[in-house]
DNA sequence: ATCAAATAGGTGAACGTTCACAACAAACGC
DNA sequence: GCGTTTGTTGTGAACGTTCACCTATTTGAT
C-alpha cells in the first residue's frame, strides 16, 4: 500500500528546464506564447526525463480528461456474448473507436451500463461523475433511450447516437448523429441482382420493431420499382434468427414462381436459406443466388462463401469519434451528422440466373 | 469550454451531514472507527444529494485508481481486426474481464499497445502515467514479453500474464499467472472418441512456435498411450490458417489407412477437414468423426454442427482480474496461478466409427 | 521620444480527495 | 483516582495540474 514516489511530474521537467510551472503548463497543451527556444529547451527536458501528464490532475484542474465513453446495454451485451453469437460489433465498434481515439490522444472507454429504470440513474451518474469524459457514444438500442439521454445532459456530456434515430430530439445543441446507409445497402445487393439477370428477387426482412430493418426492405422494394419489378411479389418476414430464416426460405422457394435470387435481412438467416436450397436440391449459385447482410466472419467459411452487403460498423463509432473531438472545439457549429455508405462484396453465392 | 462547477462534491456532503470531511472519507472508503450512528446520518447525505466521489481526485492524494488495463499488441489485433477472422477473442476477453471488474468497483479498459521496441517505452509509460492503473492484463502473444513486464515493474503496476508462460520470470513478486489447460482439452477430445469406439485418430496440430499447439498436440499423444494407441501414427502439421487445414486433412484421408476421426486444433482447419471430407465423399459424422478447438461461433452453424473443445477464455480475464484485486488486499501472499479446464461441447459431428 | 498595445513569463490559489497527525472523550487496569 | 489505552472526530498539508491575475519586456504607432 506504500505510494508511489517515483513519477516525474510538472515540476521536475521546470526545475530541469529552469522554467516556471506554468511554462511547461504551455509547453505540453500547446499554448501560444512562449519564445520557440524556450518551447524547444522545455520539450528536450520533457522527453529526457519521460514526462507524461497525469491525466487525473489535468482533469482536476478543470482541462479535459481525453476519455470518451461507449456506452452499451449491459444485459444485452451479455446475452448476446454468453450465446456466443452476434458480437461481432463488439471488437468491430470498439477497435474502431480506439484507433480514432489514440489518433487524438483520446482514449475510448468500452462501458457497460445496466439501463433498467432504477439503476440507470445511479449507475450511469456513477460513471460519468466518477470518469468525468469528454464525451459518450451511444448505440442500438439505447441511441435514442431519453433518460439516458437526459442524464448525459445533465452531467454537460456531448454525446454521439449510432444508428437507428429518428429526428425527435428537437436540435438538443449537445448531440452529434452517425447513420448506416441501410436503404442504399438494400439497393445495392439488389441492382447487383438485376445487374445479373435476375427478376425474381425474394427478400426476407427483418423484426418490424428495428428501424434498419424496414430501411432494409425500403431499399430493395424501391430498386425493384426502379426496375419495373413488383417487389411485394417476393417478400417474407423473418426476425434475424436462423430458424425464422429457413422457415422464410423454404416459403419463398416452394412458391409456385420461386425467385431466382434471394437477400436475407442478416447474416444467420442467409445461412439458413443457404441450408433449406440445398435440402430442396438447389445448387447455389447455379439455381440460386444468394446474399446476405452483414458479412461477419460466418459467411466468408459457408460454401459457397457467402456474397454480403458489409457494414460500415468500425467506421461509425471513428466517425463518431471524429465529430464529438471536433465539435468541441471552439468554433461550437451545429451537431454534425453523418450518413455512411454500405458497400457489396462479391463472393461465390451470386450469379446469373439458370437460362429460362 | 467553460468549467463543470456543477458537480456535488465530498464537501456539500460535509455540510449537509454537519460533519467533517474527514468523516465523509472514511464513510466512502468503509473505514472503521465511526459510529453507526454517524455513517448512517453521512450515508444518507450522500444518497439525497447522489455524490460520487470523483477518480480523478482519489487517484490523486494517492488512493487506488480502480483502473485495470487489458494490454493488447495493437498491429496483431488491427490485423486480425481487418481480416475479420479470429477476433473473437476480443470481445470474449474483454467482456468477462469487465463483468469481474464491475463486481469489485474497478473497471476495466482495453489499451492496445505499439509493440514495436522503440515505440513502446514511450507508449506504454504514457498510458501508465496517464491511467495509473492498478493492475493490467496481458495476453498472449506477449504475456512473457519481458521489456513489457520491466516497463510495468518499474512503474510499480503489478500484472497477470495470461496463457504461454514458461516459469522464466524467477518469482518477479508482482505477477500472477492464469492459463488455460490446452493438454487437458485435447484429452476430453481425444478420449470422447475413443470412447465412441474409435482407434484410429488423427490429429491436425497448430504451428510449432506456439506452445499451446504443443501442449495440445501432447494431451492427444498421452490419452492415445493411455490407451494402447499409437499417436504419432497419426499426426499432420498445420498452422491454424484454413488452407493448412485443408492440406493436412488430405494428407490424413489419403493414407492407407485413414483415420476414424480427426481432432484439429482450432476451428478454421476443422472447418477445413469438412470440406475436404465432404470432397471425398465422405458424410459427417457417419463416415468421419470431427472435433474442433476453440467453439467460436463459426462451428454452430457448419452442417453438421461441429463438436469443439470450448476454451474458457472470458474466464481467463476474469480470473486474471480476481487474482489481481486479491492480491492487493494487505495480506500480500505470494502471487497465486490458476490453471482453467477446457470443457468439450458435443454436437452433431461425432459418432460412432463405421462398422469395421 | 512617448504611450499604448501585444508578447513572454511568473505567482498564488483552486480543483476534490486522502494522509499524517492532533485533539478529545470514553473505557480500562490497578 | 490516575495514567494508559482505545475509539471517534477534526485540522492542515499534500497530490499534479491549470486558471486568473500580475509583472516585465518588446513592438508599433504617433
Chains 1, 2 share one sequence.
Not at 212 to 230: C, F, I, T
Amino acid at each position: 500500500m506504500a505510494r508511489r514516489r517515483l513519477a516525474v511530474t510538472i515540476k521536475h521537467v521546470a526545475a530541469d528546464a529552469g522554467v516556471s510551472l506554468q511554462t511547461v503548463s504551455r509547453v505540453i497543451n500547446n499554448e501560444p506564447n512562449v519564445r520557440p527556444e524556450m518551447r524547444e529547451r522545455v520539450q528536450a527536458s520533457i522527453d529526457r526525463l519521460g514526462y507524461v501528464p497525469s491525466i487525473a490532475a489535468q482533469r482536476m484542474s478543470g482541462s479535459k480528461s481525453y476519455l470518451i465513453l461507449a456506452l452499451n446495454d449491459r444485459e444485452r451485451t451479455i446475452a448476446d456474448w454468453r450465446a456466443r453469437q452476434g458480437t461481432d460489433w463488439v471488437d468491430q465498434m470498439l477497435l474502431g473507436g480506439m484507433l480514432e481515439c489514440a489518433e487524438h490522444g483520446y482514449r475510448l472507454i468500452f462501458e457497460l451500463v445496466d439501463t433498467h429504470e432504477d439503476h440507470l440513474e445511479r449507475e450511469l451518474g456513477a460513471a460519468l461523475a466518477a470518469l468525468q469524459p469528454d464525451g459518450a457514444i451511444l448505440t442500438p438500442p439505447h441511441s435514442d433511450n431519453q433518460e439516458i439521454l437526459r442524464i448525459l445532459t445533465r452531467h454537460h456530456v456531448p454525446y454521439a447516437r449510432i444508428g437507428a434515430l429518428g429526428d425527435e430530439d428537437g436540435g438538443s445543441p449537445a448531440g452529434v448523429r452517425v447513420s448506416m446507409d441501410d436503404e442504399g445497402g438494400a439497393r445495392l445487393a439488389t441492382r447487383h441482382l438485376i445487374d445479373l439477370g435476375h427478376r425474381r428477387i425474394g427478400f426476407i426482412s427483418g423484426p418490424a420493431e428495428y428501424r434498419l430493418a424496414s430501411w432494409r426492405v425500403d431499399g430493395w422494394r424501391a430498386e425493384m420499382a426502379a426496375a419495373g419489378l413488383d417487389g411485394d411479389a417476393w417478400l417474407e418476414a423473418g426476425d434475424f434468427s436462423y430458424a425464422s430464416g429457413a422457415r422464410a426460405a423454404r416459403a419463398l422457394l416452394a412458391r409456385a414462381a420461386p425467385p431466382s435470387a434471394i437477400i436475407a435481412s442478416n447474416d444467420q438467416m442467409a445461412l439458413a436459406t443457404i441450408e433449406a436450397a440445398r435440402a430442396a436440391g438447389l445448387d447455389i449459385p447455379r439455381d440460386l443466388s444468394v446474399v446476405s447482410f452483414d458479412n461477419t466472419p460466418l459467411v466468408r467459411f459457408t460454401t459457397p462463401p457467402l456474397t454480403a452487403v458489409d457494414q460500415p460498423i468500425a467506421e461509425t463509432t471513428a466517425t463518431a469519434v471524429r465529430l464529438l473531438i471536433e465539435a468541441q472545439r471552439e468554433g461550437a457549429t451545429p451537431p454534425p451528422a453523418a450518413l455512411l455508405p454500405m458497400t457489396l462484396v462479391t463472393r461465390g453465392s451470386t450469379a446469373p440466373p439458370p437460362a429460362a
